[in-house]
């Protein structure tokens, strides 16, 4: 008994805290560097903290009209945040996008499906027809198809004019999430959204997660320099990028960062981009409108040139890759054989999964708890003596977070640690 009441007040005093470090987080002075990092590496110690307490029995762990588990008091958990995602295909893939908004979905979440002008407007209407059948998606209304859709060459900068397009969509249709996430069709969750809106429900709302690094290397005389024109920008047909004749010299009025195209966005950082009154986000779309591949560069470089979003960003995309040459694609397709690896990893999504590979079967059965064409059961479904639990659902703050909860978290720890995090945080190589 006296164990318990010990442990009782160590996590009422520890949810006490966590509270104090966000109202901090809202008032923290720019040129307080160390001491960001510092909250940074609190927030993520009590995250861990919090997680070894989580409840191995299957009950929700929070609601928003609820108190905390056992011990905690009257002081509530910090409610869950929502999601913004935009998942992205092309030809052929809208059994793809399908299968991918069902392992990713949670009533709180916003959801943007996209199949760029290279899919027939047949597959569009069909994608369309197939998401209005889901009874979760039609009660929640949550769930939309791009009619107007745009071309997407990854060669170009028409993929980064589409991502940009998506993102101010999803601003329109709600202002009301905190983190937008772009996946493509080879994309696939590791985690429940149980497990991923638990853990970040405990991060500061303005973070950013987004791969990148000074370093460009080959990128210089390859990429850089070349000046490119993209059709997919102002014709409705399909055509490949041309490049100009004449070399352009690299900027010296701000620096150039590279990184992946997958990224977690804060809101805060969408609006910045979309309807701020910066120039700079202006500036640098002009001219990444004719460099190849812009949509690898762009964020990371407006990220770490703005002053108010350079502190925000963490150096990981959150998403496993297969190790090996980027240029070989089908050398670095993730199989059964990574099954092990990328579970363990910490990732919240694994990249470049081959079409219905049995892995992705493997994922739903192992680690999302899946059935074919249902969604990935959560507390906010009710129905659990049923095949689908989700047919009936309830509150969508009720989380129940599992395993990959507590990987995930360990992860982020390790990234939010005082060193990693400000060592590695646009750094000037």
């Not at 104090?20 to 590496?41: A, G």
């Not at 369309?128 to 071309?151: E, K, M, Q």
């Not at 999302?368 to 659990?384: I, K």
């Amino acid at each position: 008994m006296l164990v318990q009441n010990a442990e009782a007040e160590a996590r009422k005093k520890a949810m006490q805290s966590s509270s104090s470090h966000y109202s901090l987080f809202t008032f923290l002075p720019k040129d307080t560097r160390h001491l960001y990092c510092l909250l940074i590496t609190a927030v993520a110690c009590f995250l861990l903290f919090l997680l070894s307490f989580s409840p191995s029995s299957p009950s929700p762990l929070r609601s928003s009209s609820s108190s905390a588990a056992d011990g905690l008091g009257s002081s509530p958990l910090p409610a869950p945040p929502s999601f913004a995602y935009l998942l992205s295909g092309s030809t052929n893939d809208a059994d793809r996008l399908i299968r991918l908004v069902l392992a990713s979905y949670h009533p709180k979440n916003l959801y943007l499906l996209h199949l760029d002008l290279a899919a027939p407007q047949e597959q569009r209407d069909r994608l369309a027809r197939d998401i209005h059948a889901v009874p979760a998606f039609r009660s929640s209304r949550n769930v939309h198809v791009l009619g107007r859709a745009d071309f997407a060459n990854p060669r170009g900068s028409s993929a980064l004019a589409s991502t940009i397009h998506g993102a101010a969509v999803l601003l329109r249709l709600s202002g009301r999430w905190d983190w937008f996430v772009n996946l493509g069709a080879d994309d696939y969750p590791l985690v429940t959204q149980d497990d991923l809106l638990h853990v970040f429900s405990f991060l500061p709302k303005d973070l950013n997660f987004v791969q990148h690094s000074s370093y460009v290397g080959w990128r210089e005389s390859r990429m850089l320099k070349h000046v490119i024109v993209d059709p997919g920008l102002y014709l409705s047909s399909k055509a490949d990028v041309f490049y100009a004749t004449q070399k352009r010299d690299v900027p010296n009025a701000y620096r150039i960062f590279t990184g992946s195209s997958s990224v977690i966005l804060s809101r805060k950082f969408v609006e910045h981009i979309i309807l701020g009154t910066d120039n700079l986000p202006r500036a640098l779309l002009m001219y990444y409108t004719n460099s190849p591949s812009s949509h690898k560069n762009y964020l990371q470089t407006v990220l770490c040139n703005s002053p108010e979003f350079s502190r925000t960003i963490v150096n990981d995309h959150l998403h496993y890759l297969r190790s090996g040459p980027p240029s070989k694609q089908d050398l670095n397709l993730l199989l059964l054989e990574d099954l092990n690896n990328m579970t363990l990893s910490g990732a919240a999504f694994g990249s470049n999964f081959y079409r219905d590979d049995p892995v992705l079967d493997q994922i739903d059965k192992k680690v999302l708890n899946r059935g074919p064409r249902m969604t990935v059961p959560g507390g906010w479904c009710l129905d659990r003596g049923n095949s689908d639990p989700c047919r009936v659902w309830g509150n969508p703050d009720a989380l129940i977070p599992g395993p990959g909860a507590t990987r995930l978290a360990r992860n982020v720890v390790k990234l939010l640690t005082n060193e990693s995090f400000q060592s590695r945080r646009c750094a000037w190589d």
